[in-house]
């Protein structure tokens, strides 16, 4: 029985003492299986490759899209004027003489003074030969008149012939004709304003001698003045009368105000290639001549037209304009009728339909009907 168990106990402590051999002194076949593990775990993997006759799957081309929404399209220019008058007056002299102090009242104005119809602004003397034939065609006149009165007693009497009656109106009627023409004479030494207004201008001083058709003053109706303007000829044929307008002037900084076109010149001017165009204003404004004006005018205005970048629209070969839509994942070319351009944006008259998917972005090497990729909104960076 002893002897069983120390058999049992050599058995046990000698396969405790090869397993420690084994640990630390692994045998060649325990090194042989570690380095076909190791191998196994360096060798690369290869790639998976494609079955015989197939080519790799090629991405889908990423496009950007907007969505087609009418809106308002405008388009408005600015331009520069200045406030004129419409009604001016330059007065000339008639006679000839030096400019002398007036007996008239308010005679000699100045630059400034508001004068009325008929007041005489100015006066010129070496006047008195003409007073004087005033005076003597007057009396001619008079003495006309009484031989006048006579011969009609006469003839009505049956003491002389009818003939003389004759006679004797058309000497009247001479004198009457040399009484105006001497008063017409003797009025050339005033001048006088044709009609209410502003006195702007004055040429001479008192003193200064004038020949005939010398300026000697000019005038302005304030009730005549406009904001003058400029159109240059590529947009002359859009301006029109009546046509609204924002006008902001220097003289009353930080307002806008409104007003109307009111005149339209019929022709260009040769020189600068631009068109006057006149407009007023629609309220009541201290204006002054020269003022300087900045004016807003809208040319065209279409409250829900559909309009696309310029950018993104397609030249064809025979001249046409064109442009792609995502139509159930593919891109769709669309022929289009385009209109105006106004800061980049083209305005689309036939092609093109509320809630289309346009293509923005990535449609240069696009082809009809291709598949494509919807990039996520805003994305316009795509890979080329």
Same mark, same amino acid.
């Given at each position: 029985?002893?002897?069983?168990?120390?058999?049992?106990?050599?058995?046990?402590?000698?396969?405790?003492?090869?397993?420690?051999? =084994?640990?630390?002194?692994?045998?060649?076949?325990?090194?042989?299986?570690?380095?076909?593990?190791?191998?196994?775990?360096?060798?690369?993997? &290869?790639?998976?490759?494609?079955?015989?006759?197939?080519?790799?799957?090629?991405?889908?081309?990423?496009?950007?899209?907007?969505?087609?929404?009418?809106?308002?399209?405008?388009?408005?220019?600015?331009?520069?004027?200045?406030?004129?008058?419409?009604?001016?007056?330059?007065?000339?002299?008639?006679?000839?003489?030096?400019?002398?102090?007036?007996?008239?009242?308010?005679?000699?104005?100045?630059?400034?003074?508001?004068?009325?119809?008929? *007041?005489?602004?100015? *006066?010129?003397?070496?006047?008195?030969?003409?007073?004087? *034939?005033? !005076?003597?065609?007057?009396?001619?006149?008079?003495?006309?008149?009484?031989?006048?009165?006579?011969?009609?007693?006469?003839?009505?009497?049956?003491?002389?012939?009818? &003939?003389?009656?004759?006679?004797?109106?058309?000497?009247?009627?001479?004198?009457?004709?040399?009484?105006?023409?001497? %008063?017409?004479?003797?009025?050339?030494?005033?001048?006088?304003?044709?009609?209410?207004?502003?006195?702007?201008?004055?040429?001479?001083?008192?003193? $200064?001698?004038?020949?005939?058709?010398?300026?000697?003053?000019?005038?302005?109706?304030? &009730?005549?003045?406009?904001?003058?303007?400029?159109?240059?000829?590529?947009?002359?044929?859009?301006?029109?009368?009546?046509?609204?307008? *924002?006008?902001?002037?220097?003289?009353?900084?930080?307002?806008?105000?409104?007003?109307?076109?009111?005149?339209?010149?019929?022709?260009?001017?040769?020189?600068?290639?631009?068109?006057?165009?006149?407009?007023?204003?629609?309220?009541?404004?201290?204006?002054?001549?020269? %003022?300087?004006?900045?004016?807003?005018?809208?040319?065209?205005?279409?409250?829900?037209?559909?309009?696309?970048?310029?950018?993104?629209?397609?030249? $064809?070969?025979?001249?046409?304009?064109?442009?792609?839509?995502?139509?159930?994942?593919?891109?769709?070319?669309?022929? #289009?009728?385009?209109?105006?351009?106004?800061?980049?944006?083209?305005?689309?008259?036939?092609?093109?339909?509320?809630? $289309?998917? #346009?293509?923005?972005?990535? =449609?240069?090497?696009?082809?009809?009907?291709?598949?494509?990729?919807? !990039?996520?909104?805003?994305?316009?960076?795509?890979?080329?």
């Amino acid at each position: 029985m002893k002897k069983g168990k120390l058999i049992l106990s050599l058995g046990l402590l000698g396969l405790i003492g090869l397993g420690i051999t =084994q640990l630390y002194f692994p045998g060649p076949a325990m090194v042989a299986s570690n380095e076909t593990t190791a191998a196994a775990e360096t060798k690369p993997i &290869a790639s998976e490759q494609p079955a015989a006759g197939e080519k790799p799957a090629k991405p889908l081309p990423m496009v950007s899209v907007e969505t087609v929404t009418p809106g308002v399209f405008s388009k408005t220019i600015t331009l520069t004027g200045a406030v004129a008058p419409t009604r001016t007056a330059r007065l000339a002299s008639p006679g000839e003489g030096p400019v002398e102090s007036c007996t008239v009242k308010n005679c000699m104005v100045r630059e400034g003074d508001r004068v009325e119809k008929a *007041q005489v602004l100015l *006066q010129i003397s070496r006047n008195k030969a003409a007073r004087a *034939q005033v !005076a003597a065609t007057e009396q001619l006149l008079k003495e006309q008149a009484s031989e006048l009165d006579r011969i009609t007693r006469l003839v009505e009497g049956g003491a002389i012939p009818g &003939a003389q009656l004759d006679a004797a109106k058309s000497k009247y009627e001479n004198a009457k004709a040399q009484v105006a023409k001497a %008063m017409e004479s003797a009025q050339d030494y005033l001048i006088t304003a044709p009609w209410s207004g502003i006195v702007s201008r004055v040429f001479v001083a008192e003193g $200064d001698y004038v020949a005939p058709r010398t300026p000697l003053i000019e005038i302005f109706d304030p &009730a005549s003045l406009v904001v003058q303007f400029s159109v240059p000829e590529t947009v002359s044929t859009q301006v029109h009368k009546n046509m609204s307008v *924002q006008i902001q002037l220097d003289a009353h900084p930080g307002q806008m105000f409104q007003g109307r076109v009111s005149r339209v010149y019929p022709g260009l001017d040769e020189r600068t290639r631009t068109r006057t165009v006149e407009a007023v204003l629609a309220e009541s404004v201290d204006l002054l001549p020269g %003022m300087f004006a900045r004016i807003q005018a809208t040319l065209i205005h279409i409250p829900d037209a559909i309009t696309v970048p310029a950018f993104c629209l397609i030249q $064809d070969p025979e001249g046409g304009v064109s442009a792609f839509v995502v139509e159930d994942g593919k891109a769709v070319r669309r022929s #289009l009728e385009t209109g105006l351009e106004v800061d980049g944006r083209v305005q689309i008259l036939f092609g093109l339909a509320p809630g $289309d998917q #346009l293509i923005i972005a990535g =449609q240069e090497k696009l082809k009809d009907q291709a598949l494509v990729k919807v !990039a996520a909104p805003g994305k316009t960076d795509l890979p080329s």
